[in-house]
């Protein structure tokens, strides 16, 4: 009863915090957040942010990423790293707007709400184990009736979460441009209406595999990266139905009015991170980062043809 209140109690206090703001440079280990809004940013601090319902997580990875990159800027006033991360696009927004964030580094559907928002700007393109870019698949049981995206009125998927873009943007888009009428559920063991598809959250990409995998869902949406490495040998228990284009897997984009030379000299670091010894181990501890580099000229066009997804989807809206 204890265990199941302290639970309760911790989740609570988890959606209480809308944004994690790092206010220490030294390590994760020891870093100490400002909860609530978020705090005023010292001078001489370079803010990398981040769209997550996971704020413990992706602070500690952040801030490796955060620290490697003021220490290399510290000829440009840069004297330590801090992270942001904000629970939706709204509170990203106005801490972008605020000038509270720098750099902010996620997959390319906040990246284009946020440029929406803020004029945010891309710059680089994130290289993540070994992958630059990738797609979605939309994924049954391998013995499953469904066939086709025609087959899933009155089924239920699995998307990732509201600011996915491989787990939750594209596939929708994939199922709403195909006629179909999606409609959002708490619950995977409702009964969905057989006029429309039903859908509901897992909060990670391995518990959707998971859900299909254990009938708890009829459809489940992955990229082709994740459905390979998590599946691995079990990987023919599922069955593709569905792949979309494919799009960067992660983009850097930079704040408004961002000093120019220091946007250049940032650009730098980051480029060369991978032909440096440090550079190469902070890459790794960050989500298996394998670099970073310009972004080729179809990253634009992947970037409008995102903005017309969101638009299909409802931009920012479940």
Known sequence: MLRSSLAILGLCLAASIAVYLLTDRPQPSAARFATGAA???????LVVGVISTEPKDESGRLQI?????????????????????AA????????????????????????????????????????KKSSADYRSYLVVLADSEIKSLGDLNGKMSAFEDPVSTFGYLLPKAALMAAGLNLVQYADPTAAVGADHVGYVFTRSDDTTLFWVRRGRAAIGATS???????????????????????VPRQLVAHRPGLDPTLLAALTDVMVKMDADAEGRQVLEAFQKTSKFDALPPEAEAS???????ATLIGVGAP
């Open 303 to 309: 970037l409008a043809l995102i903005a017309e997804y």
């Open 65 to 85: 990423l955060a620290d490697y990159l003021a220490r290399h800027l510290e000829g440009h006033g840069i004297r330590r790293g801090g992270v942001a991360v």
């Open 224 to 246: 082709d990266q994740d459905f390979r490495e998590q599946l691995g040998d079990r990987e023919a228990e599922l069955r593709v139905i569905h792949e979309t284009v494919s």
């Open 88 to 127: 939706n696009f709204e509170q990203m927004a106005e801490l972008v707007r605020d000038g509270k964030v720098d750099l902010l580094v996620d997959s390319p559907f906040p990246i284009a709400r946020l440029g929406e928002l803020t004029g945010t700007r891309p710059i680089l393109r994130r290289w």
């Open 39 to 45: 705090a005023d940013t010292p001078g001489g601090a």
